[in-house]
């Protein structure tokens, strides 16, 4: 062997024992995976895993986890998974992740569990029956649920990292506090008989719940045509007969729901449409409403600014 040869192989000898290093504490290659539905419970989970794990997302900004079909490659995702997490109560239209993850025999987290939930009228025609409204994350008191639901799934996966997992989710918990108040604080300077939210469907009922809103959505609580109510005449005419009789100031688009709709509504009943709200979907990637903290900042400034 030549001497530069023998440098050759000894440099490359190191290089090897560089990776194996890295497998040992875990490289990009060797990371756990969690796989999310929809674009809120992904940043969820990123708030708890921090780059220790590799958080997927089947759902991209801007898609309805209500009409999504899933894809050949949404099961590989899954097939890849350690850990899967769900919003839960149909949001995913007819439960795809749930499916998703039971067919590749994985875990799952359903963020929803333990919510004290809202009804919503199963179906226009049929005020009897009645889902729960899957929408919780509009409640910041409710994404703290989500966080301690996902924080509880992650750690049962892989405990020593408990401290870690839980260091994380105390501060995202304290955001979420934050956020909490700064909502309150926010929509206190829109006079109670204004704060009313008519957007495209009800998704917004646990945000109104918690600070004072009434709401009207003439597509009912989800956007497919096989469950939720869907857009019927009735739901129409009601949501253009409360925004004369309130005398509503402006009403909503919603950044996944097409907005044709509200805007039939808004020239109808004569008014403004105050802006687009992040509903089922958080922002682009590099947009404001990328992460939940930003989508919900984005949504009460367009709210105050628009009802006020
Ligand atoms: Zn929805």
């Known amino acids: 062997m030549n001497r530069s040869l023998a440098h050759f192989v000894a440099f490359a000898v190191i290089l090897n024992c560089g990776s194996l290093l890295n497998s040992v ?43 999504y079909r899933v894809t050949p490659n949404d099961a590989k995702l899954v097939a890849d998974a350690t850990l899967c997490v769900s919003n839960g109560l149909n949001l995913e239209g007819n439960n795809w992740m749930g499916a998703l993850a039971q067919d590749a025999g994985k875990p799952l987290v359903q963020c929803t569990e333990g919510i004290r939930l809202l009804k919503v009228p199963a179906d226009e025609g049929d005020e009897e029956s009645e889902v729960a409204d899957p929408h919780a994350w509009f409640s910041p008191q409710n994404a703290a649920v989500y966080v301690r639901n996902i924080l509880r799934g992650v750690k049962a996966i892989d405990p020593e990292g408990s401290d870690r997992y839980e260091s994380r989710a105390a501060l995202y918990l304290s955001q979420l506090r934050g956020l909490d108040a700064w909502i309150k604080s926010q929509c206190n300077t829109i006079p109670r008989d204004r704060r009313i939210l008519i957007t495209s469907h009800d ?14 959505a003439p597509a009912g609580w989800s956007t497919g045509q096989e469950i939720g109510a869907g857009i019927t005449p009735a739901r129409r005419k009601a949501a253009v007969d409360s925004i004369r009789e309130y005398g ?40 404001a409403g990328e992460s939940y903290l930003g989508m919900m900042r984005e949504n009460v400034l367009t709210l105050v600014n628009a009802l006020r």
């Open 25 to 67: 504490r875990g490289d990009d290659s060797d990371r756990p995976i969690i796989v999310c539905s929809t674009t809120q419970v992904a940043d969820f989970a990123r708030q708890v895993v921090g780059d220790d794990w590799e958080v997927r997302c089947l759902l991209a900004p801007g898609q309805d986890p209500h009409l």
């Open 203 to 216: 998704a917004f009922g646990y945000f109104c719940s918690d600070y004072g809103f009434r709401s009207a």
């Open 248 to 287: 509503v100031k402006a009403i909503f688009v919603e950044t996944s729901v097409n907005p044709k709709l509200i805007r039939e509504i808004a020239s109808e009943a004569g008014v403004k449409i105050g802006g687009e709200l992040y509903s089922d979907s958080m922002g682009q990637s590099g947009t």
